[in-house]
DNA sequence: AAGATATGTTCCC
DNA sequence: TGGGAACCCTATCT
Protein backbone atom coordinates (compact mmCIF):
# COMPACT_ATOMS: atom_id res chain seq x y z
CA UNK A 1 0.00 0.00 0.00
CA UNK A 2 1.36 3.12 -0.62
CA UNK A 3 2.81 5.67 2.29
CA UNK A 4 0.75 8.46 2.88
CA UNK A 5 1.49 11.86 3.88
CA UNK A 6 0.82 12.92 7.14
CA UNK A 7 -2.65 15.58 7.19
CA UNK A 8 -1.98 18.66 7.60
CA UNK A 9 -5.20 19.82 8.86
CA UNK A 10 -7.26 17.70 11.88
CA UNK A 11 -11.25 17.00 11.17
CA UNK A 12 -13.49 18.87 13.18
CA UNK A 13 -15.71 16.45 14.94
CA UNK A 14 -19.05 16.87 16.82
CA UNK A 15 -19.45 13.94 19.18
CA UNK A 16 -23.65 13.84 19.78
CA UNK A 17 -24.75 11.04 21.84
CA UNK A 18 -22.25 10.24 24.63
CA UNK A 19 -23.26 6.20 25.10
CA UNK A 20 -21.16 4.20 26.01
CA UNK A 21 -18.01 3.16 24.30
CA UNK A 22 -17.64 0.84 20.58
CA UNK A 23 -17.36 -2.76 21.30
CA UNK A 24 -13.85 -3.31 22.40
CA UNK A 25 -11.68 -4.76 20.12
CA UNK A 26 -11.37 -8.58 20.76
CA UNK A 27 -8.45 -10.61 19.86
CA UNK A 28 -7.66 -12.40 17.26
CA UNK A 29 -7.36 -15.53 19.23
CA UNK A 30 -11.28 -14.85 20.52
CA UNK A 31 -12.31 -14.04 16.96
CA UNK A 32 -10.95 -17.54 15.63
CA UNK A 33 -12.58 -18.83 18.39
CA UNK A 34 -15.41 -17.62 17.14
CA UNK A 35 -15.45 -18.78 13.79
CA UNK A 36 -18.89 -19.73 11.97
CA UNK A 37 -20.03 -22.98 10.35
CA UNK A 38 -21.77 -22.25 7.34
CA UNK A 39 -21.91 -25.81 5.87
CA UNK A 40 -22.18 -28.80 6.96
CA UNK A 41 -18.18 -29.95 6.33
CA UNK A 42 -15.55 -30.08 9.18
CA UNK A 43 -12.81 -28.30 8.27
CA UNK A 44 -14.27 -25.85 6.39
CA UNK A 45 -14.08 -22.56 7.68
CA UNK A 46 -16.09 -18.74 7.73
CA UNK A 47 -15.42 -15.74 9.53
CA UNK A 48 -12.46 -13.02 10.03
CA UNK A 49 -9.40 -14.35 10.44
CA UNK A 50 -7.82 -11.40 12.19
CA UNK A 51 -9.00 -8.25 9.63
CA UNK A 52 -9.17 -11.16 7.11
CA UNK A 53 -12.41 -12.29 6.10
CA UNK A 54 -11.95 -16.24 4.84
CA UNK A 55 -15.13 -18.00 2.86
CA UNK A 56 -16.34 -21.28 3.09
CA UNK A 57 -15.43 -22.89 -0.01
CA UNK A 58 -18.51 -24.49 -0.50
CA UNK A 59 -20.15 -21.49 -0.96
CA UNK A 60 -20.21 -19.51 -4.07
CA UNK A 61 -17.69 -16.21 -4.37
CA UNK A 62 -19.39 -13.96 -2.19
CA UNK A 63 -18.55 -10.42 -4.85
CA UNK A 64 -19.70 -11.51 -8.09
CA UNK A 65 -21.97 -15.08 -6.51
CA UNK A 66 -19.95 -17.25 -9.46
CA UNK A 67 -19.20 -20.91 -8.29
CA UNK A 68 -15.91 -22.43 -8.24
CA UNK A 69 -13.71 -19.77 -6.45
CA UNK A 70 -13.62 -17.58 -3.14
CA UNK A 71 -14.19 -14.12 -2.67
CA UNK A 72 -10.47 -14.03 -1.89
CA UNK A 73 -9.41 -14.86 -5.15
CA UNK A 74 -12.16 -13.20 -7.25
CA UNK A 75 -10.47 -11.85 -10.29
CA UNK A 76 -13.31 -8.98 -9.97
CA UNK A 77 -11.61 -8.37 -6.29
CA UNK A 78 -8.36 -7.40 -8.00
CA UNK A 79 -9.69 -5.44 -11.10
CA UNK A 80 -13.28 -3.89 -10.74
CA UNK A 81 -12.94 -3.23 -14.81
CA UNK A 82 -12.51 -7.14 -14.58
CA UNK A 83 -14.86 -8.46 -17.25
CA UNK A 84 -16.54 -5.37 -18.16
CA UNK A 85 -16.96 -5.20 -22.39
CA UNK A 86 -16.79 -1.93 -24.15
CA UNK A 87 -19.89 -0.76 -25.70
CA UNK A 88 -21.23 -2.16 -29.12
CA UNK A 89 -20.97 0.82 -31.65
CA UNK A 90 -23.85 2.51 -32.57
CA UNK A 91 -25.15 4.34 -35.18
CA UNK A 92 -25.24 8.23 -34.22
CA UNK A 93 -29.06 9.11 -34.18
CA UNK A 94 -29.08 12.19 -31.96
CA UNK A 95 -27.38 15.50 -32.16
CA UNK A 96 -26.17 14.88 -28.40
CA UNK A 97 -24.97 11.66 -29.52
CA UNK A 98 -21.95 13.21 -31.00
CA UNK A 99 -20.79 13.98 -27.67
CA UNK A 100 -21.66 10.28 -26.01
CA UNK A 101 -19.49 9.13 -29.20
CA UNK A 102 -16.15 10.56 -27.43
CA UNK A 103 -17.12 9.02 -24.33
CA UNK A 104 -18.05 5.30 -25.42
CA UNK A 105 -15.76 4.78 -28.22
CA UNK A 106 -12.48 3.82 -28.46
CA UNK A 107 -10.93 5.17 -31.21
CA UNK A 108 -12.21 9.11 -30.91
CA UNK A 109 -9.73 10.65 -27.94
CA UNK A 110 -11.57 11.41 -24.95
CA UNK A 111 -12.14 14.50 -23.38
CA UNK A 112 -12.46 13.46 -19.42
CA UNK A 113 -10.84 15.71 -16.84
CA UNK A 114 -9.06 14.92 -13.63
CA UNK A 115 -11.66 13.47 -11.13
CA UNK A 116 -11.61 15.51 -8.00
CA UNK A 117 -11.80 12.69 -5.11
CA UNK A 118 -12.78 14.32 -1.69
CA UNK A 119 -10.67 11.86 0.35
CA UNK A 120 -10.02 13.24 4.08
CA UNK A 121 -12.40 13.39 6.07
CA UNK A 122 -13.06 17.26 7.30
CA UNK A 123 -15.87 17.45 9.93
CA UNK A 124 -18.37 14.77 11.46
CA UNK A 125 -21.28 14.29 13.77
CA UNK A 126 -20.66 11.22 15.66
CA UNK A 127 -23.88 9.26 16.76
CA UNK A 128 -25.88 12.36 15.26
CA UNK A 129 -28.99 10.32 14.58
CA UNK A 130 -30.73 7.87 16.83
CA UNK A 131 -31.02 5.40 14.46
CA UNK A 132 -29.12 4.64 10.54
CA UNK A 133 -28.91 7.59 8.38
CA UNK A 134 -31.25 6.24 5.19
CA UNK A 135 -30.73 9.41 3.04
CA UNK A 136 -28.87 12.80 2.27
CA UNK A 137 -29.41 15.76 0.27
CA UNK A 138 -27.45 18.92 0.13
CA UNK A 139 -29.49 22.29 0.50
CA UNK A 140 -29.80 23.43 -3.45
CA UNK A 141 -28.61 26.99 -2.33
CA UNK A 142 -27.11 27.20 0.89
CA UNK A 143 -23.72 25.90 0.68
CA UNK A 144 -22.15 23.85 3.90
CA UNK A 145 -25.85 22.75 4.16
CA UNK A 146 -26.40 19.33 4.64
CA UNK A 147 -30.17 17.23 5.29
CA UNK A 148 -30.25 13.98 6.36
CA UNK A 149 -33.12 11.49 7.30
CA UNK A 150 -33.26 8.12 9.21
CA UNK A 151 -34.95 4.80 9.78
CA UNK A 152 -36.87 6.16 12.85
CA UNK A 153 -38.15 9.50 10.59
CA UNK A 154 -36.35 11.87 12.04
CA UNK A 155 -34.72 14.83 10.09
CA UNK A 156 -31.02 16.15 10.81
CA UNK A 157 -30.16 19.78 9.20
CA UNK A 158 -26.41 20.45 9.78
CA UNK A 159 -24.30 23.26 8.85
CA UNK A 160 -20.91 21.66 8.06
CA UNK A 161 -19.16 25.05 7.44
CA UNK A 162 -20.23 26.12 11.46
CA UNK A 163 -19.67 22.15 13.01
CA UNK A 164 -22.00 22.98 15.83
CA UNK A 165 -24.83 24.39 14.16
CA UNK A 166 -27.08 21.23 13.91
CA UNK A 167 -30.89 20.14 14.84
CA UNK A 168 -32.96 17.36 14.61
CA UNK A 169 -36.31 17.15 13.82
CA UNK A 170 -38.36 13.88 15.34
CA UNK A 171 -41.85 15.00 15.42
CA UNK A 172 -42.27 14.92 11.04
CA UNK A 173 -42.83 11.17 10.60
CA UNK A 174 -42.67 7.88 12.55
CA UNK A 175 -40.98 5.73 10.25
CA UNK A 176 -38.32 5.21 7.92
CA UNK A 177 -37.13 8.36 5.91
CA UNK A 178 -36.91 7.15 2.28
CA UNK A 179 -36.08 9.65 -0.21
CA UNK A 180 -36.12 13.51 0.46
CA UNK A 181 -36.07 16.52 -2.51
CA UNK A 182 -36.07 20.30 -2.02
CA UNK A 183 -39.05 22.13 -3.08
CA UNK A 184 -37.90 23.63 -6.38
CA UNK A 185 -39.44 26.56 -5.83
CA UNK A 186 -39.12 27.03 -2.41
CA UNK A 187 -35.53 26.05 -1.32
CA UNK A 188 -36.39 26.70 2.83
CA UNK A 189 -38.91 23.87 1.77
CA UNK A 190 -38.12 20.13 1.88
CA UNK A 191 -40.03 17.26 0.65
CA UNK A 192 -39.71 13.84 2.09
CA UNK A 193 -41.39 10.26 1.28
CA UNK A 194 -41.98 7.86 4.85
CA UNK A 195 -42.93 4.33 5.12
CA UNK A 196 -45.20 5.66 7.15
CA UNK A 197 -47.37 6.21 4.44
CA UNK A 198 -46.66 9.98 4.11
CA UNK A 199 -45.30 12.79 2.03
CA UNK A 200 -44.63 15.89 4.49
CA UNK A 201 -43.50 19.24 3.43
CA UNK A 202 -40.56 20.55 6.13
CA UNK A 203 -39.96 24.76 6.80
CA UNK A 204 -36.12 23.69 7.64
CA UNK A 205 -35.99 26.56 9.70
CA UNK A 206 -38.70 26.37 11.94
CA UNK A 207 -39.25 22.72 11.67
CA UNK A 208 -43.08 22.83 10.91
CA UNK A 209 -44.38 20.44 9.00
CA UNK A 210 -47.35 19.58 6.90
CA UNK A 211 -48.55 16.05 5.04
CA UNK A 212 -48.80 16.05 1.35
CA UNK A 213 -50.37 13.15 1.32
CA UNK A 214 -51.09 10.23 3.60
CA UNK A 215 -51.76 7.08 2.64
CA UNK A 216 -52.83 5.40 5.98
CA UNK A 217 -55.63 7.94 7.13
CA UNK A 218 -56.83 5.09 9.32
CA UNK A 219 -53.87 4.17 10.76
CA UNK A 220 -52.92 0.28 11.31
CA UNK A 221 -54.88 -2.01 9.87
CA UNK A 222 -52.35 -4.88 9.48
CA UNK A 223 -49.63 -5.55 7.29
CA UNK A 224 -51.86 -5.88 4.09
CA UNK A 225 -52.82 -2.58 4.06
CA UNK A 226 -50.50 -0.50 5.87
CA UNK A 227 -48.50 1.46 2.60
CA UNK A 228 -45.30 3.01 2.78
CA UNK A 229 -43.72 4.92 0.61
CA UNK A 230 -40.14 4.88 -0.90
CA UNK A 231 -39.38 6.35 -4.67
CA UNK A 232 -39.39 9.97 -4.86
CA UNK A 233 -38.84 12.42 -6.87
CA UNK A 234 -40.10 16.17 -8.18
CA UNK A 235 -41.28 17.47 -11.29
CA UNK A 236 -40.81 20.87 -11.68
CA UNK A 237 -42.38 21.46 -15.63
CA UNK A 238 -45.49 19.70 -14.24
CA UNK A 239 -45.45 20.73 -10.94
CA UNK A 240 -45.39 16.77 -9.41
CA UNK A 241 -44.60 15.39 -6.55
CA UNK A 242 -44.06 11.68 -7.82
CA UNK A 243 -43.94 8.96 -5.12
CA UNK A 244 -44.42 5.25 -5.49
CA UNK A 245 -45.56 2.53 -2.60
CA UNK A 246 -44.54 -0.94 -1.15
CA UNK A 247 -47.31 -2.78 -3.35
CA UNK A 248 -45.99 -1.05 -6.76
CA UNK A 249 -48.40 2.22 -7.25
CA UNK A 250 -47.32 5.35 -8.81
CA UNK A 251 -49.08 8.52 -7.23
CA UNK A 252 -48.73 12.19 -8.51
CA UNK A 253 -49.52 14.83 -5.94
CA UNK A 254 -49.84 18.65 -7.67
CA UNK A 255 -47.89 20.58 -5.17
CA UNK A 256 -49.53 24.08 -6.15
CA UNK A 257 -52.61 22.68 -5.12
CA UNK A 258 -51.26 20.04 -2.92
CA UNK A 259 -53.77 17.71 -4.28
CA UNK A 260 -53.49 14.11 -5.84
CA UNK A 261 -53.90 13.99 -9.38
CA UNK A 262 -55.62 11.08 -11.08
CA UNK A 263 -55.70 7.41 -9.57
CA UNK A 264 -52.74 5.78 -7.98
CA UNK A 265 -51.05 3.87 -11.56
CA UNK A 266 -49.42 0.51 -10.73
CA UNK A 267 -46.10 0.89 -12.50
CA UNK A 268 -44.04 -2.36 -11.00
CA UNK A 269 -45.28 -6.22 -10.44
CA UNK A 270 -48.16 -5.78 -8.14
CA UNK A 271 -47.57 -5.88 -4.14
CA UNK A 272 -43.24 -5.38 -4.97
CA UNK A 273 -41.86 -2.05 -3.65
CA UNK A 274 -40.73 0.70 -6.03
CA UNK A 275 -37.52 1.96 -4.33
CA UNK A 276 -36.64 4.89 -7.06
CA UNK A 277 -38.25 7.44 -8.91
CA UNK A 278 -36.12 9.60 -11.47
CA UNK A 279 -37.64 12.13 -13.58
CA UNK A 280 -35.14 13.28 -16.25
CA UNK A 281 -33.10 16.21 -15.72
CA UNK A 282 -33.39 17.25 -19.78
CA UNK A 283 -36.70 15.41 -21.19
CA UNK A 284 -39.44 15.97 -18.48
CA UNK A 285 -41.56 13.32 -20.29
CA UNK A 286 -39.04 10.54 -19.09
CA UNK A 287 -39.68 9.06 -15.87
CA UNK A 288 -37.33 6.06 -14.66
CA UNK A 289 -38.73 3.97 -12.25
CA UNK A 290 -36.50 0.91 -10.15
CA UNK A 291 -38.24 -1.66 -7.98
CA UNK A 292 -38.23 -5.30 -6.06
CA UNK A 293 -39.75 -6.83 -9.65
CA UNK A 294 -35.95 -7.11 -10.54
CA UNK A 295 -37.05 -4.18 -13.26
CA UNK A 296 -35.82 -0.78 -13.60
CA UNK A 297 -38.56 0.63 -16.13
CA UNK A 298 -38.75 4.18 -18.53
CA UNK A 299 -41.83 5.89 -18.56
CA UNK A 300 -43.69 8.74 -20.68
CA UNK A 301 -45.20 10.85 -18.39
CA UNK A 302 -47.74 12.14 -21.00
CA UNK A 303 -49.30 8.52 -21.15
CA UNK A 304 -48.49 6.72 -17.88
CA UNK A 305 -50.45 3.72 -17.43
CA UNK A 306 -50.19 0.10 -16.31
CA UNK A 307 -47.87 -1.38 -19.00
CA UNK A 308 -47.34 1.28 -21.11
CA UNK A 309 -43.51 1.62 -19.78
CA UNK A 310 -41.21 2.66 -23.17
CA UNK A 311 -38.72 -0.07 -21.84
CA UNK A 312 -38.02 -2.54 -19.00
CA UNK A 313 -34.43 -3.25 -17.88
CA UNK A 314 -33.74 -6.46 -16.64
CA UNK A 315 -31.45 -7.20 -13.64
CA UNK A 316 -31.33 -10.82 -11.91
CA UNK A 317 -32.54 -9.35 -8.13
CA UNK A 318 -33.61 -6.21 -7.10
CA UNK A 319 -32.67 -3.25 -7.79
CA UNK A 320 -32.36 -0.59 -5.42
CA UNK A 321 -31.23 2.44 -7.39
CA UNK A 322 -31.60 3.64 -10.69
CA UNK A 323 -30.91 7.49 -12.09
CA UNK A 324 -30.16 9.00 -15.62
CA UNK A 325 -27.06 10.83 -15.99
CA UNK A 326 -27.38 14.07 -13.86
CA UNK A 327 -26.64 16.56 -17.13
CA UNK A 328 -27.96 14.95 -20.21
CA UNK A 329 -29.94 13.02 -18.72
CA UNK A 330 -28.89 10.17 -21.27
CA UNK A 331 -27.33 7.99 -19.29
CA UNK A 332 -28.64 5.20 -17.03
CA UNK A 333 -26.93 4.03 -13.74
CA UNK A 334 -28.10 1.29 -12.19
CA UNK A 335 -27.75 -0.44 -9.11
CA UNK A 336 -29.09 -3.98 -8.32
CA UNK A 337 -28.75 -6.52 -5.37
CA UNK A 338 -26.77 -9.10 -7.57
CA UNK A 339 -23.84 -7.03 -6.66
CA UNK A 340 -23.32 -5.34 -10.13
CA UNK A 341 -23.59 -1.64 -11.34
CA UNK A 342 -25.47 -1.15 -14.76
CA UNK A 343 -24.39 1.53 -17.12
CA UNK A 344 -26.68 1.81 -20.15
CA UNK A 345 -24.39 4.49 -22.32
CA UNK A 346 -27.70 6.17 -24.23
CA UNK A 347 -31.26 6.51 -24.03
CA UNK A 348 -31.10 6.37 -27.56
CA UNK A 349 -29.40 3.47 -28.03
CA UNK A 350 -30.44 -0.48 -27.54
CA UNK A 351 -31.72 -0.63 -24.03
CA UNK A 352 -31.94 -4.64 -24.58
CA UNK A 353 -28.83 -5.50 -22.88
CA UNK A 354 -26.43 -3.21 -20.39
CA UNK A 355 -23.51 -1.34 -22.12
CA UNK A 356 -21.90 -2.10 -18.75
CA UNK A 357 -21.95 -4.14 -15.86
CA UNK A 358 -19.49 -3.94 -13.11
CA UNK A 359 -19.46 -6.32 -10.40
CA UNK A 360 -19.05 -4.47 -7.30
CA UNK A 361 -19.86 -5.66 -3.43
CA UNK A 362 -22.86 -3.81 -2.42
CA UNK A 363 -24.85 -6.80 -1.52
CA UNK A 364 -27.77 -6.16 0.45
CA UNK A 365 -28.03 -6.90 4.20
CA UNK A 366 -31.24 -6.60 6.25
CA UNK A 367 -29.11 -4.39 8.83
CA UNK A 368 -28.03 -1.76 6.27
CA UNK A 369 -29.24 1.19 4.02
CA UNK A 370 -29.74 0.04 0.49
CA UNK A 371 -26.26 1.16 -1.49
CA UNK A 372 -27.18 3.41 -4.28
CA UNK A 373 -24.48 4.15 -6.71
CA UNK A 374 -24.80 7.59 -7.30
CA UNK A 375 -23.36 9.88 -10.30
CA UNK A 376 -21.12 13.07 -9.70
CA UNK A 377 -23.29 15.97 -10.85
CA UNK A 378 -19.94 17.68 -11.43
CA UNK A 379 -18.68 15.32 -13.55
CA UNK A 380 -18.96 16.93 -17.18
CA UNK A 381 -18.25 13.36 -18.52
CA UNK A 382 -21.07 11.92 -17.02
CA UNK A 383 -18.53 9.02 -15.78
CA UNK A 384 -17.84 8.91 -12.36
CA UNK A 385 -20.02 7.59 -9.50
CA UNK A 386 -19.67 6.98 -6.31
CA UNK A 387 -20.98 4.01 -3.75
CA UNK A 388 -20.29 2.44 -0.39
CA UNK A 389 -18.25 -0.98 -0.45
CA UNK A 390 -20.03 -3.85 1.91
CA UNK A 391 -17.41 -6.45 1.74
CA UNK A 392 -14.31 -5.09 4.06
CA UNK A 393 -10.68 -5.29 2.92
CA UNK A 394 -7.40 -5.61 5.05
CA UNK A 395 -6.02 -2.37 5.34
CA UNK A 396 -3.02 -2.36 7.44
CA UNK A 397 -4.63 -4.83 9.56
CA UNK A 398 -8.09 -3.32 9.96
CA UNK A 399 -11.19 -4.51 8.47
CA UNK A 400 -12.49 -1.09 6.85
CA UNK A 401 -15.39 -0.67 4.13
CA UNK A 402 -14.34 2.04 1.65
CA UNK A 403 -16.27 4.65 -0.42
CA UNK A 404 -15.45 3.62 -3.96
CA UNK A 405 -15.61 6.25 -7.00
CA UNK A 406 -15.96 4.30 -9.84
CA UNK A 407 -15.27 5.56 -13.45
CA UNK A 408 -18.33 3.74 -14.86
CA UNK A 409 -17.20 4.50 -18.75
CA UNK A 410 -14.67 1.54 -18.19
CA UNK A 411 -15.51 0.09 -14.71
CA UNK A 412 -12.00 0.89 -13.15
CA UNK A 413 -11.83 1.95 -9.49
CA UNK A 414 -10.83 5.27 -9.38
CA UNK A 415 -10.48 5.77 -6.22
CA UNK A 416 -11.75 3.99 -2.69
CA UNK A 417 -11.81 6.33 0.24
CA UNK A 418 -11.90 5.68 4.00
CA UNK A 419 -10.69 6.32 6.87
CA UNK A 420 -9.22 4.21 9.76
CA UNK A 421 -11.84 5.84 12.03
CA UNK A 422 -14.51 4.89 10.63
CA UNK A 423 -15.11 1.16 10.75
CA UNK A 424 -18.90 0.73 9.96
CA UNK A 425 -20.21 0.26 6.52
CA UNK A 426 -20.95 3.74 4.99
CA UNK A 427 -23.79 2.75 2.20
CA UNK A 428 -25.27 6.22 2.15
CA UNK A 429 -23.05 8.78 -0.13
CA UNK A 430 -23.90 11.81 -1.62
CA UNK A 431 -21.25 13.97 -3.64
CA UNK A 432 -22.52 17.94 -3.86
CA UNK A 433 -23.91 19.49 -6.28
CA UNK A 434 -21.34 22.36 -6.80
CA UNK A 435 -18.15 21.92 -4.01
CA UNK A 436 -15.37 18.97 -4.66
CA UNK A 437 -17.09 17.78 -1.63
CA UNK A 438 -18.43 14.17 -0.47
CA UNK A 439 -21.23 13.76 2.29
CA UNK A 440 -21.49 9.86 3.70
CA UNK A 441 -23.70 8.53 6.18
CA UNK A 442 -22.41 5.37 8.06
CA UNK A 443 -24.41 3.79 10.86
CA UNK A 444 -25.53 6.86 13.01
CA UNK A 445 -23.02 9.44 11.57
CA UNK A 446 -22.59 11.66 9.57
CA UNK A 447 -18.62 12.47 7.63
CA UNK A 448 -17.78 15.51 5.00
CA UNK A 449 -15.17 14.61 3.19
CA UNK A 450 -13.28 17.60 1.29
CA UNK A 451 -10.31 16.06 -1.46
CA UNK A 452 -6.73 16.65 0.11
CA UNK A 453 -4.01 18.71 -1.68
CA UNK A 454 -4.44 18.59 -5.05
CA UNK A 455 -0.73 17.92 -5.50
CA UNK A 456 -0.60 15.34 -3.17
CA UNK A 457 -3.97 13.67 -5.49
CA UNK A 458 -1.62 14.04 -8.68
CA UNK A 459 0.84 12.05 -6.97
CA UNK A 460 -0.93 9.55 -5.79
CA UNK A 461 -2.87 9.26 -9.07
CA UNK A 462 0.01 8.13 -10.76
CA UNK A 463 0.46 4.85 -8.47
CA UNK A 464 -2.50 3.78 -10.57
CA UNK A 465 -4.87 2.60 -8.01
CA UNK A 466 -5.44 5.06 -5.08
CA UNK A 467 -5.57 4.25 -1.78
CA UNK A 468 -6.18 6.87 0.19
CA UNK A 469 -7.03 7.05 3.97
CA UNK A 470 -7.23 10.49 6.57
CA UNK A 471 -6.23 10.73 9.70
CA UNK A 472 -4.95 7.34 9.82
CA UNK A 473 -1.22 7.75 10.28
CA UNK A 474 -1.49 9.45 13.68
CA UNK A 475 -4.57 7.20 15.09
CA UNK A 476 -3.68 4.10 13.28
CA UNK A 477 -4.32 1.68 16.23
CA UNK A 478 -6.43 4.15 18.81
CA UNK A 479 -10.14 3.05 18.70
CA UNK A 480 -13.05 5.77 18.35
CA UNK A 481 -13.49 6.65 21.81
CA UNK A 482 -10.45 4.80 23.60
CA UNK A 483 -9.16 8.22 25.02
CA UNK A 484 -9.78 9.58 28.36
CA UNK A 485 -12.85 12.08 28.70
CA UNK A 486 -10.88 15.07 29.26
CA UNK A 487 -12.12 17.92 27.62
CA UNK A 488 -15.17 20.19 27.37
CA UNK A 489 -13.96 21.81 23.97
CA UNK A 490 -15.92 20.56 21.65
CA UNK A 491 -14.44 21.66 18.75
CA UNK A 492 -11.99 20.20 17.18
CA UNK A 493 -10.05 22.05 13.94
CA UNK A 494 -6.47 22.60 12.37
CA UNK A 495 -5.40 23.76 16.02
CA UNK A 496 -7.18 21.23 17.83
CA UNK A 497 -5.69 18.78 19.84
CA UNK A 498 -5.55 15.70 17.97
CA UNK A 499 -7.64 14.32 15.11
CA UNK A 500 -9.33 11.04 16.59
CA UNK A 501 -13.30 11.22 16.98
CA UNK A 502 -13.64 12.15 20.61
CA UNK A 503 -16.33 12.22 23.26
CA UNK A 504 -17.62 14.69 24.56
CA UNK A 505 -20.82 16.37 25.35
CA UNK A 506 -22.63 18.88 22.82
CA UNK A 507 -24.79 21.00 23.00
CA UNK A 508 -27.28 21.22 19.46
CA UNK A 509 -27.22 24.51 18.26
CA UNK A 510 -29.77 25.57 15.58
CA UNK A 511 -28.72 26.05 12.30
CA UNK A 512 -29.61 29.13 10.18
CA UNK A 513 -30.27 28.66 6.50
CA UNK A 514 -30.11 32.41 5.64
CA UNK A 515 -26.99 31.49 4.30
CA UNK A 516 -24.08 33.21 2.90
CA UNK A 517 -22.56 32.19 -0.03
C1' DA B 1 -19.10 -9.16 27.97
C1' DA B 2 -22.26 -12.31 25.79
C1' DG B 3 -26.82 -12.44 23.96
C1' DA B 4 -31.01 -10.53 22.01
C1' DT B 5 -32.99 -8.13 18.44
C1' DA B 6 -34.14 -5.36 14.67
C1' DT B 7 -34.51 -6.01 9.89
C1' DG B 8 -35.61 -7.25 4.04
C1' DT B 9 -35.38 -10.52 0.55
C1' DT B 10 -35.07 -15.01 -1.17
C1' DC B 11 -35.95 -19.61 -1.24
C1' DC B 12 -38.42 -23.66 -0.34
C1' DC B 13 -42.38 -26.27 0.87
C1' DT C 1 -49.67 -17.80 -3.43
C1' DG C 2 -48.47 -17.66 1.05
C1' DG C 3 -45.95 -18.65 5.31
C1' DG C 4 -41.76 -19.52 7.54
C1' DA C 5 -36.91 -20.43 7.78
C1' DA C 6 -32.46 -18.97 6.11
C1' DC C 7 -29.34 -15.64 5.29
C1' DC C 8 -25.11 -15.14 8.82
C1' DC C 9 -18.21 -9.77 5.71
C1' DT C 10 -24.08 -5.55 11.18
C1' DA C 11 -24.88 -2.28 15.00
C1' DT C 12 -26.82 -1.35 19.20
C1' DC C 13 -28.80 -2.01 23.36
C1' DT C 14 -29.34 -4.85 27.48
Same mark, same amino acid.
Given at each position: ????????????????????????????????????????????????????????????????????????????????????????????????????????????????????????????????????????????????????????????????????????????????????????????????????????????????????????????????????????????????????????????????????????????????????????????????????????????????????????????????????????????????????????????????????????????????????????????????? /????? @????????? !? &? *?? $?? +??? =???????? /????? @????????? !? &? *?? $?? +??? =??????????????????????????????????????????????????????????????????????????????
Amino acid at each position: MAQRSRRTAFPRVVIERDTDTEESSSSSEEKKKKKKKVCKNTGHEAGFRGATYIDCPMKPCFLCKIPGHTTMNCPHRVATEYGVIPAPHRNTRNSLDYIFERQIRSDIPKIKPAFVIPDQVDCAVIRYHSRRVTCLEFHPTSNNVLISGDKKGQLGVWDYGKVYEKTVYGNIHSCILNNMRFNPRNDGTLYAASSDGTISCTDLETGTSSSLMNLNPNGWQGPRNWRMLYGMDINLEKGLVLVADNFGFLYLVDFRSNHKTGEAILIHKKGSKVVGLHCNPVQPDLLLSCGNDHFARIWDMRRIETGSSLYNLAHSRVVSSAYFSPQSGCKILTTSLDNRLRVWDSIFGNLDSPSREIVHSHDFNRYLTPFRAEWDPKDPSESLA /VIGRY @ISENYNGAA !L &H *PI $DF +IDT =STGQLVAE /VMDPN @ITTISPVNK !L &H *PR $DD +ILA =SGSSRSLFIWKPREKSEIVQQRDEKKIVLCGMGELKRNRKLGDESDDSDDDTFCSKGKNSSFKKSKTKTTRCSLKAKR
